[in-house]
Nanobody, 123 residues
Framework: VQLQASGGGLVQAGGSLRLSCAAS????????MGWFRKAPGKEREFVAA????????NFADSVKGRFTISRDNTKNTVNLQMNSLKPEDTATYYC?????????????????WGRGTQVTVSS
């Protein structure tokens, strides 16, 4: 599975960005897709995940109410809509694929990773 994330950029605090992840090499519709992020000096952390059906989602407490995750299985894509962005959201964002079906938050259960897209939120 190859994953390509896009949509990152520079935005002011309070603004919005929409990240997209395009998958190739395998149909991902039956599996969990997730987003993680890594800020300088910090470990990679879970942001959001969506189960195969799209009916189950999980979010990190730090982004609940601000971020939403969606998927289009016909296009093999997953999106992360980020609203009310804060400077602490600044990080490189990675999309990931897991054979697990239940929108897992556990990083070790993700099997394939994209290269990441940079999100910078200025204060």
């Amino acid at each position: 599975v190859q994953l390509q994330a896009s949509g990152g950029g520079l935005v002011q605090a309070g603004g919005s960005l929409r990240l997209s992840c395009a998958a190739s090499g395998r149909t991902v519709g039956r599996h969990t897709m997730g987003w993680f992020r890594k800020a300088p000096g910090k470990e990679r952390e879970f942001v959001a995940a969506i189960a195969s059906s799209g009916g189950v989602t999980n979010f990190a407490d730090s982004v609940k109410g601000r971020f939403t995750i969606s998927r289009d299985n016909t296009k093999n894509t997953v999106n992360l809509q980020m609203n009310s962005l804060k400077p602490e959201d600044t990080a490189t964002y990675y999309c990931a694929f897991s054979f697990v079906s239940g929108a897992t938050m556990r990083r070790e259960l993700y099997n394939f990773w994209g290269r990441g897209t940079q999100v910078t939120v200025s204060s």
